[in-house]
């Protein structure tokens, strides 16, 4: 392909990107408020489950609107291979980096919409039963650490963290962005990789210290990154390698 692509076309491009990056932040930013998201991931299966049913039903459709946010995560990697394709970058599968990076997020999203609702209404009604509590716990233990560390942290952020990288080297010397946009994309990448200490602690039973922190930070590194981008399509339309 050569690269060219119409202004009108990375100028609603650019629009795309900021407002994904509003909208995913959204859900993010009530799960945090209301739900104490992401700490009480690493909580007791108790905690975690008794402060779901706590939440309800508005607790549920937060939960979907950020799955769906993670689904949506694949269209914005088709755009951004448009608006950075150039010669002698590979930017079909750097989008297909992303494709799958936002498919297997929503995968491990889902558990919150279709799984934990029965398990935690289970819990609340089992006060009196010790024994199906444990088996509760044991439940929503494994598909925690399945779909939610394994598939939607392991494998989703990893994803995104290369994608991310893929992304910033298509950018780095393309008119249109430059090198200080992509060097933000490459430290959000970086960020978002040594972010899985995190997930691997649970597994590994260490500490993950100040790296319990970076999947957060590099969240908010590929906000800054997703809304600079959108910006400069929209000021530099025409600009193709």
């Not at 299966?45 to 049913?53: D, E, K, N, S, Y």
């Not at 089992?126 to 929503?140: C, G, K, N, Q």
């Not at 942290?153 to 992509?182: C, D, N, Y």
């Not at 602690?201 to 600079?228: H, K, Y």
Request: aromatic share 10%.
């Amino acid at each position: 392909m050569n690269g060219l692509i119409e202004p009108r076309a990375v100028r609603r491009l650019g629009i795309a990107f900021i407002a994904f990056a509003i909208y995913f932040n959204i859900p993010y930013s009530w799960l945090a408020s209301n739900f104490n998201y992401p700490v009480i991931l690493r909580s007791p299966p108790g905690t975690i489950l008794t402060a779901f049913a706590a939440g309800g039903t508005p607790l549920i459709l937060a939960w979907g609107a950020f799955a769906a946010a993670a689904l949506l995560f694949a269209p914005i990697a088709i755009g951004m291979a448009a608006v950075t394709r150039g010669s002698g970058h590979a930017s079909s599968a750097v989008a297909g980096l992303g494709i799958a990076a936002g498919v297997t997020q929503a995968i491990g999203l889902s558990r919150w919409v279709y799984a934990v609702p029965g398990l935690a209404s289970r819990w609340t009604e089992s006060a009196a039963d010790p024994t199906l509590r444990a088996s509760l716990e044991t439940v929503f233990i494994t598909l925690h650490q399945f779909a939610g560390v394994g598939i939607g942290e392991a494998i989703g952020q990893s994803l995104t963290g290369f994608w991310l990288i893929g992304v910033a080297m298509g950018q780095r010397k393309h008119p249109r962005f430059g090198i200080t946009i992509a060097g933000i994309g490459f430290v959000a990448g970086a960020v978002l990789l040594i972010g899985l200490l995190d997930g691997l602690a649970t597994v590994l039973n260490f500490d993950p210290g100040v790296f319990g922190a970076a999947a957060l930070i590099g969240f908010l590194l590929l906000t800054v990154w997703l809304i600079w981008t959108g910006v400069l399509c929209i000021l530099r339309p025409a600009l193709n390698p």
